[in-house]
């Protein structure tokens, strides 16, 4: 049987999400157990206490669900989109607000060259068809953080459109990374609003127009994406290429990666159903909650005989649920009309086409010269660490997907002696572990990227066990500024060499344990592992386990 | 001294006979005792005076910085000058106080013009006769010359009394009448369907509307962003080139200027037109135009033709459809543009707080009058999206289409365009009340609204008075960027005409004339018949 996927009252699966009707053109991923963005295991799909009790009714139709994506990114410029005002995080209320961002009558928007380049290169690294005419227009809406009562951005011809975006999901048992692609619908410059703050209790609202016109990239995706966890890969992929890039930080925390999600369910060969739209998921956790708790309150509605609004939600993260929002009840027109102070945004792609006439090539912006800076993306960055490294995919995955934890392996990779497998098992387990038991981020590490290499180095070269290894990675965390051989100097926990020794502390345990060479005489081999463990206690891990066992199992030949 | 044009007060200036001080000083009480015609909202005395004491400076060490160090001028109150109030003639902007200068502004002050006030108009410049200004109507100085008083007795006995003042056109009228009465040389107004030619026309001036792009629009406050342009008032056209020359030029604060660098503005001195091309459109040709314009339109095609030029007759079949068309476009614009006046970061703002909602209405009902509310009304239902195809993107091709039509006339060998910039001559206030504001700005914009639409350039000249001793002004309508030739003709139709100037009696009596003019003889040339 299909796994009754999207289906209301689906028991005892995990997350209650766990695949898609047979048939179905996508499948949808298992929650993962790899990390993600810092919340390991988390991206969980939501679990309504309603829905996990009950058992599929025989008969009940299967559902499918589509989810689309809104994303703004905020461009990584100095200034702002249309105005010379700097651009920084968490700056003093209104302090950097220019007389344009301020909307005083009487300014004019002047187009920043480096966020239309940002604009091209993150179309460019999302298959995009870059537009070499675009245009700008106003979007009208009277709200206390828009100063000018408008918004500049393009809606009738954005600068990117057609694009896809490639993303990896983990799917089946055992676990196995699928690539799944969502397609972009476009790309459009424009501006960011201010900031709001609501005192209920004085009923004042306080505004800051720092964010006031700073560049926004909003890529569209299209609803090509089934569940929670999909759309957190596809933004996580996202917010990956938008870092390699340098086009946006998209710092999720900070506010320079919002999504908003659009999400229907329908019955499998029907046409999409009515779509609500969750506003503002400023967290990747969120938003595969969000969007899973939306999909089955939608089932449940449906199942229910009830129909869904095409309305404007968002999620309440303390109650785990989605509400509409009360601001924007009615729908709102927009009255978009061109915006007259922007002449048309002209590119050319000397790769393709001369300079247009009458054009200064000084000023306008070359696609092909932004091709060519293009930095390595990351799917290409994991190809290579799977081919280069013999690394398993989710692996690669892993490695990317935790901010700093590429470099530092390739830091360690580069000081170190020790195969490549090894230093991915130490970074991937024993390093994130650590760094995860802890809550804390690559770069808060007390171990260095050379304090590991330093380690594994003597590890491979067999001067110390892999138990004495794990003794010195404890003694490096807590007391950092160390080196691994001076720890394992320190504490003599070097493999021992003398054989004479080796051999008289394997004769006298067997001489203590006459039981256990009974047992291996009478045919339990294993026996002798209770021997190596008294062994290694001995010789506080400084014996080789192997060299222990061939001497005993020597001995008790002879 | 005052009586003066630009360029000779400036040579005056070079020459010693006057000083900066002396000059702005002169402009200053003229002012005050002109204040009657209330073309000026705020006097900036002080900022004048402190911008003239500098200027002797410069020409005490023979430094001057040009043609208009020491120049006294007036702005428009719809363009942004840092420190001083700047209010659109609206509520809304009453005790505003920009932080920064219009690029124009800034222009002309860096060549050491001096800054006499901000001048008077229709609210938001919406309107063709200045008189929809919270600030109260604008009044023709024509209303008290000597020429129309003269006219005026003849025909009503006795009855002289000042509620029969005559507009001054507008929206500009307050720069159009400074000029006119001499209290400072040049002034700039802005045009976006005609706002400084109609006035022009009016106030027996040379009204000039330059190319679109040619002349940065930054802190202007705008009506129409795709038509507005910074437009120039002067008693010659000479005076006219040499502020243009100044304002010209690509801003990087304006991205719809021209990129080409500019090339200074000189105008040969041309005695001959014969090579000339000059387009008469039919479709002006309309039953409203009184029988005076249309003679003197008729005499200055016969000028032209009688030194050898070249005049036909040509067709813009789709001006008709300008008026609605510009409605559709201008209200939709405007709705967009004033949707920033909401009473939070600066200007008027109610003290209702139930909601921001309130507050927005609140203030907006009382920032803006009538016909503001109204023109965003209006545009705020073309932009709706059941109606945005059927009106906005409609009225779009129809500019299209009109823009289309000056090209092809152009293209066909046209040089240049005539044509009347007004139906008729100034009216009385009492008279021009009787019609709405839309009804008098769709009338009055008839001649001159074309041009906006396709971003020509434009000129008014005044041609010769009515037999009521009012000034009558003509349009010329240039090529795009083609200012210079257009500036060029007007010159050589300036000359020959030898336009009357304006002589003062009451209550201007109170004006010393010898004050104005020195001790030139008054000229009072009769028009060339």
Redesign the interface.
């Known amino acids: 049987m299909a796994a009754p996927v999207l289906r209301l009252g689906c028991a005892g699966r995990r997350g209650a999400l766990a695949g898609v009707a047979r048939g179905s053109r996508r499948r949808s991923g298992a929650p993962n157990g790899f990390t993600f963005g810092g919340l390991r295991g988390q991206i969980s799909v939501a679990r309504p206490p309603l829905l996990t009790a009950q058992e599929p009714r025989k008969g009940a139709r299967e559902w499918e669900a589509v989810v689309g994506l809104e994303i703004h990114a905020q461009i990584s410029s100095n200034s702002k989109l249309f105005s010379g005002s700097q651009v920084h995080f968490a700056a003093p209320p209104n302090s950097l607000v220019s007389?344009f961002d301020?909307?005083?009558?009487?300014?004019?928007?002047?187009?920043n060259r480096r966020c239309v380049e940002a604009a091209v290169m993150t179309g460019l690294a999302l298959n995009c068809r870059i537009n070499k005419k675009s245009l700008f227009d106003?979007k009208?809406y009277?709200y206390?953080d828009l100063?000018?009562?408008?918004q500049i951005t393009q809606q009738r011809l954005p600068i990117a459109v057609s694009g896809r975006l490639a993303y990896g999901v983990c799917v089946g048992t055992p676990r196995r990374m699928a690539v799944r692609t969502v397609r972009v619908k476009q790309i459009q410059l424009e501006q960011d609003s201010g900031k709001s703050l609501h005192d209920d209790v004085r009923a004042q609202?306080l505004?800051d127009l720092n964010r006031a016109g700073v560049g926004l990239l909003e890529v569209v995706m299209e609803p090509d994406m089934t569940c929670g966890e999909e759309a957190a890969m596809a933004v996580r992929e996202l917010q990956l290429i938008l870092q390699a890039l340098g086009t946006s930080q998209a710092n999720m925390a900070e506010g320079q990666l919002r999504v908003d999600a659009n999400i229907s369910v329908h019955h499998p060969g029907e046409p999409f159903g009515v779509r609500t739209e969750v506003k503002n998921l400023n967290s990747a956790k969120f938003l595969a909650k969000a969007i899973d708790y939306e999909i089955q309150r939608q089932m449940k509605a449906l199942e229910n005989g009830g129909e869904i609004l095409n309305e404007t939600r968002s999620f309440d993260s303390r109650l785990g649920c989605t509400v509409p929002m009360r601001d924007k009840e009615g729908k709102q027109?927009y009255?978009?009309?061109p915006e007259?102070?922007?002449?048309p945004l002209v590119l050319y792609d000397s790769a393709s086409a001369s300079l247009p006439a009458g054009a200064?090539a000084q000023?306008v912006i070359d696609i092909d010269c932004i091709r060519q800076r293009l930095p390595e993306l990351p799917s290409v960055t994991r190809d290579k660490l799977v081919q280069q490294y013999g690394m398993r995919p989710e692996h690669s995955f892993t490695l990317l997907n935790e901010v700093g934890l590429l470099e530092f392996f390739q830091n360690v990779i580069k000081e170190t002696r020790a195969e490549p497998k090894l230093v991915t098992n130490w970074v991937l387990n024993t390093f994130l572990g650590h760094l995860k038991q802890q809550s804390l981020a690559v770069g808060e590490s007390p171990v260095s990227p050379s304090a590991l290499a330093e380690l594994l180095t003597l590890l491979d070269a067999k001067v110390i066990s892999s138990a004495a290894a794990n003794q010195v990675f404890e003694d490096l965390w807590s007391s950092p500024g160390k080196t691994a051989a001076q720890v394992v100097s320190e504490q003599r926990l070097e493999l021992m060499e003398d054989r004479a020794a080796l051999e008289q502390l394997c004769q006298s345990l067997l001489e203590e344990h006459p039981q256990v060479v009974t047992d291996v005489k009478k045919g339990n081999p294993r026996a002798v592992n209770k021997l190596i463990g008294l062994a290694r206690k001995a010789t506080l891990n400084r014996a080789d386990p192997t060299v222990i066992k061939k001497i005993l199992e020597e001995k008790l030949a002879s | 001294m005052l009586g003066r044009t630009l360029r000779e007060a400036s040579a005056g200036l070079k020459q010693g006979h006057i000083t900066p001080t002396e000059l702005c000083q002169k402009c200053l009480s003229l002012i005050k005792k002109t204040k009657f015609l209330n073309a000026y909202i705020t006097v900036t005395e002080e900022v004048a005076l402190k911008q003239a004491e500098e200027s002797d400076k410069r020409y005490a060490k023979g430094q001057s910085l040009g043609d208009l160090d020491g120049i006294p001028i007036a702005v428009k109150d719809n363009?942004?000058t840092s420190g001083i109030e700047?209010t659109?003639a609206s509520n809304m902007?009453r005790g505003y106080v920009?932080?920064?200068s219009?690029t124009v502004v800034h222009k002309l002050l860096d060549q050491g013009a001096l800054l006499l006030g901000k001048t008077n108009l229709d609210e938001f410049a919406m309107g063709s006769g200045s008189t929809d200004s919270v600030f109260g109507p604008v009044k023709n100085p024509w209303s008290y010359s000597k020429q129309y008083r003269d006219k005026r007795k003849q025909n009503l006995q006795g009855e002289t009394e000042d509620s029969d003042w005559l507009i001054t056109g507008g929206s500009s009228g307050g720069s159009a009448a400074a000029v006119s009465a001499f209290t400072c040389f040049a002034a700039l107004g802005s045009d976006t369907g005609g706002s400084t030619r109609n006035p022009a026309a009016h106030c027996g001036l040379i009204g000039l509307k330059p190319s679109y792009g040619l002349v940065s629009?930054?802190?202007?406050?705008?009506l129409?962003?795709?038509m507005d342009v910074p437009g120039i008032l002067t008693r010659s056209v000479d005076d006219a080139a040499i502020v243009l020359g100044v304002l010209a030029g690509h801003d990087?604060?304006?991205?719809?200027t021209i990129?080409d660098p500019v090339k200074p503005l000189m105008l040969p001195s041309v005695n001959d037109v014969s090579k000339l091309c000059i387009g008469i459109p039919k479709e002006y040709l309309v039953p409203e135009l009184s029988g005076e314009v249309r003679s003197l339109w008729t005499k200055a095609a016969d000028l032209f033709e009688s030194a050898g030029a070249k005049v036909i007759e040509v067709s813009l079949p789709h001006t008709s459809y300008s008026i609605v068309c510009y409605h559709v476009l201008c209200t939709?614009?405007v709705?967009?543009n004033m949707?920033?006046?909401?009473g939070?970061?600066?200007g008027h703002r109610g003290d209702v707080d139930l909601s921001?909602?309130a507050l927005?209405a609140t203030t907006r009902r009382e920032g803006f009058n009538d016909v503001v509310r109204g023109r965003i009304l209006s545009g705020?239902f073309f932009?709706?999206?059941e109606n945005?195809e059927n009106y906005?993107i409609k009225a779009q091709k129809v500019r299209r289409l009109i823009a289309n039509d000056f090209a092809n006339v152009f293209n066909s060998g046209v040089d240049v365009l005539l044509t009347p910039t007004t139906l008729c001559e100034a009216i009385p206030s009492l008279e021009f009340i009787k019609e709405d504001n839309r009804t008098r700005s769709a009338q009055d914009d008839v001649f001159t609204q074309a041009a906006n639409m396709a971003g020509l350039p434009a000129i008014s000249v005044p041609a010769g008075l009515s037999s009521q001793g009012l000034p009558i002004g003509l349009q010329f309508i240039g090529r795009a960027f083609c200012d210079q030739q257009l500036l060029t003709i007007a010159r050589w139709f300036e000359k020959q005409v030898q336009f009357p100037i304006i002589q003062f009696q009451e209550p201007m009596v109170e004006v010393d004339c010898s004050e104005i003019f020195g001790n030139e003889k008054l000229a009072s040339v009769p028009l060339k018949q």
Request: hydrophobic residues 35%; aromatic residues 14%; negative net charge.
């Open positions: 007389f301020a909307s005083l009558p009487g300014t004019l928007p002047v187009l106003r009208h009277f206390a100063p000018a009562g408008y609202t505004v027109d009255r978009f009309m007259p102070n922007l002449p200064d000023q | 363009f942004s700047t659109c902007l920009p932080p920064y219009a629009r930054h802190g202007l406050i705008p129409v962003n795709s990087p604060k304006d991205s719809t990129q939709a614009e709705a967009s949707a920033r006046f909401d939070l970061e600066y921001t909602e927005y705020t932009l709706l999206k945005y906005f």
